[in-house]
């Protein structure tokens, strides 16, 4: 029910960006999801319901406050479905966060139980864009408290000197690339990701720093969230997946980076060396085959395609080569059987990915939300989920910064120790400090 919907007095002063940020440092919400796409950024706050997956079990807490536990047994995409399906009204909109461990399915082996999702279903709903503010609540005076933080118009602090040197190896990053080579070498897997975790001195605050962030970068989709104990702001340069209301189901891989920013023919000179590399052009071409491949497992037959091999998109202070793969969903599967065949992203994990998770798993510091994604997806089957790259973190008062790089044969450590940084580079600048 709409209860309230206030226009912009001014189309040109409208700042969807500082409005929605606003909303999230307004603290009227413990939990909120912030999630742009296509020119429109939605506050989605409060809880009506949630649904926590982990690898053991699924709770839904359900708006009287009652809680239902169940054991997983098909899966965590089954989980979701089934669990979202049990809402207790017909129409809702579910926003929240999906980490990388979901691409090892709900099955323990022994193991501590590990989170691998949260979903709420907010209280209110804020969907602003360059001339239109619209605001969906159960509650009118949740309503006036939103109008009253959207017309305060606080100005948010500026990023100092950044907080750390991207380019201290602490971790042997090389190390870990050159063991990677040599296990490619030894044909165990074509490609693997592997990243680095950069701490923090200290808090960070996060919508200011997303406010700054986003200003800065040039986001496929761009989030802020703080969810379980969470808080993430990112510029996601690509989807791992999005199905629209009529069962059209779209990825976008992107592999093969260099730096932009440096001027036109710096970044000219860039772009010329990227699209003629021989490995990026190998890293991206095996990427859009195993994205093809998954993309027709769950298509309606001669329908999945390519429908865009290879441009460049330029991403903040990085650009990559760019493909989009595309089908229409066969009739016997669901929105989650997409995602659950593409993910994790082909780009953030490797090729093929059962060998390349395991690697991840041995080599990389456990990811949590890194490489997951966050997702937005409703009763009526529309599903999107942007890819968490390009992103700041903090839990348990400690905050980080992460970054990776894909490594196939002919991957030059150095070359792909660089190219952390450049991604590094993309979301320290903008970190505000929490004062």
Not at 168 to 180: E, P
Not at 250 to 260: E, M, Q, S, V
Request: charged share 25%.
């Amino acid at each position: 029910m709409i209860i309230g919907e206030r226009a912009a007095p001014d189309i040109t002063k409208t700042d969807p960006i500082a409005l929605v940020a606003g909303l999230a440092r307004s603290g009227l919400h413990d939990e909120y999801v912030v999630y742009e796409r296509a020119g429109e950024w939605v506050y989605a706050g409060g809880t009506r319901c949630r649904i926590a997956l982990d690898s053991d079990r699924v709770e839904i807490v359900l708006p009287d406050g009652t809680r239902r536990t169940e054991t997983v047994h098909n899966g965590g995409a089954v989980a979701l479905a089934t669990a979202l399906a049990a809402l207790p009204m017909p129409q809702w909109r579910a926003y929240g966060w999906i980490g990388f461990d979901f691409a090892g399915g709900t099955d323990t082996g022994g193991r501590p139980a590990r989170r691998l999702a949260r979903l709420l279903i907010p209280s209110v709903e804020v969907r602003a864009s360059a001339d239109r503010v619209e605001i969906t609540s159960i509650d009118p005076a949740e309503a006036d408290a939103i109008r009253a933080v959207i017309d305060s118009d606080r100005p948010f602090p500026a990023p100092g000197p950044e907080l750390v040197d991207v380019r201290q190896d602490k971790q042997g990053y090389r190390d870990h690339v050159r063991l990677a080579l040599s296990e490619i070498a030894a044909g165990r897997y074509e490609k693997v990701i592997l990243s680095r975790r950069v701490p923090l001195p200290g808090p960070v605050d996060f919508p200011a720093t997303y406010v700054a962030g986003r200003r800065a970068n040039t986001p496929a989709r761009s989030f802020l969230l703080g969810l379980d104990g969470l808080h993430c702001a990112g510029f996601s340069p690509e989807l791992v997946v999005t199905i629209d209301k009529h069962g059209l189901v779209t990825t976008n891989p992107l592999a093969g980076t260099r730096a932009f920013g440096f001027g036109s023919l710096a970044d000219l000179a860039a772009r010329a060396e990227l699209v003629t590399d021989p490995k990026e052009v190998y890293e991206h071409a095996i990427s859009v085959r195993t994205a093809l491949e998954e993309i027709r497992s769950v298509s309606v037959p001669g329908s999945a395609r390519v429908s865009e091999f290879m441009g460049v998109a330029e991403r903040g202070s990085v650009q990559h080569l760019a493909s989009t793969v595309q089908g229409q969903l066969a009739e016997a599967r669901t929105g989650w059987d997409a995602f659950e065949a593409l993910f994790p992203a082909i780009t953030a994990s490797g090729v093929p990915k059962a060998g390349s998770v395991d690697a991840i798993n041995r080599l990389d510091e456990p990811r949590g939300l890194y490489s997951g994604c966050v997702v937005m997806t409703s009763s009526e089957g529309d599903l999107d989920a942007a890819l968490v790259l390009r992103a700041v973190f903090q839990e348990d008062g400690q905050a980080w910064l992460r970054a990776g790089a894909g490594i196939v044969k002919g991957s030059v450590p150095d070359r792909e120790f660089e190219e952390t940084c450049e991604k590094l580079r993309s979301v320290l600048p903008f970190v505000v400090p929490q004062l």
